[in-house]
């Protein structure tokens, strides 16, 4: 299974930028413009039911994002099966 959404702020500041998975299927790596920035390798006979979130980090905002995400699995079905969403903030950074 494998999807992607694009994103852009329009305020033009530096955001933080956390995805968060209601629950997903499988072994799941995160791709942020084109380059894997992290991945959640726990075994989906344990982590099948469990939410999780993933920091993506401090982006440019004012600018288009593309985030892909990929769920895989040895047997049987694979995939995001509870609410995904992305939740922003301005950065405190300097």
Avoid at 15 to 43: F, K, M, P
Avoid at 47 to 65: C, D, T, V
């Amino acid at each position: 299974m494998h999807g992607e959404t694009r994103f852009k702020d329009s305020v033009g500041n530096i955001i933080e930028v956390v995805w968060r998975s209601g629950a997903v299927e499988g072994i799941c790596h995160i791709w942020l413009d084109g380059e894997q920035t992290s991945a959640r390798l726990q075994s989906p006979e344990v982590m099948w039911n469990r939410p999780f979130m993933i920091e993506l980090g401090a982006l440019s905002s004012g600018r288009k994002h593309r985030l892909a995400v990929s769920v895989t699995k040895e047997d049987h079905g694979a995939g995001i099966w509870k609410p995904v969403g992305l939740l922003e903030w301005l950065c405190a950074c300097v």
